[in-house]
């Protein structure tokens, strides 16, 4: 399963962006796919992820309520919906896709990973 992740760049705070993660080489059905973002000198951690029917998704505590993530099966992509963007949720993003199934946060879960896109939000 190959993952490729685009959308990112660099805009104001208060702006939006709306990530998408490509899925080829499998299935999209058979996986949870998740969000993560590391910022220079940090850990990678979760933004958000979705269950293989899009049907549960979990939400970092920053994330709540600005973005949004979601999936079409049939176009195999998963979507990141940012909105009210800060300049703290500059990083790089990272899809991910793992067969667990059900809802999982930590990066070690994920066995697929994406290349990644960043975004910079400007104060």
């Known amino acids: 399963v190959q993952l490729q992740a685009s959308g990112g760049g660099l805009v104001q705070a208060g702006d939006s962006l709306r990530l998408s993660c490509a899925v080829s080489?499998?299935?999209?059905?058979?996986?949870?796919v998740g969000w993560f973002r590391q910022a220079p000198g940090k850990e990678r951690d979760v933004v958000a992820v979705?269950?293989?029917?899009?049907?549960?998704?979990y939400y970092a505590e920053y994330a709540k309520g600005r973005f949004t993530i979601s999936r079409d099966n049939a176009k195999n992509t998963v979507h990141l919906q940012m909105n009210s963007l800060k300049s703290e949720d500059s990083a790089k993003y990272y899809c991910?896709?793992?067969?667990?199934?059900?809802?999982?946060?930590?990066?070690?879960?994920?066995?697929?990973w994406g290349q990644g896109t960043q975004v910079t939000v400007s104060s």
């Open positions: 991910a896709a793992t067969r667990i199934v059900g809802i999982v946060t930590t990066p070690t879960s994920f066995g697929f």
């Open positions: 080489g499998g299935t999209l059905s058979m996986f949870t």
């Open positions: 979705i269950t293989r029917s899009g049907g549960r998704t």
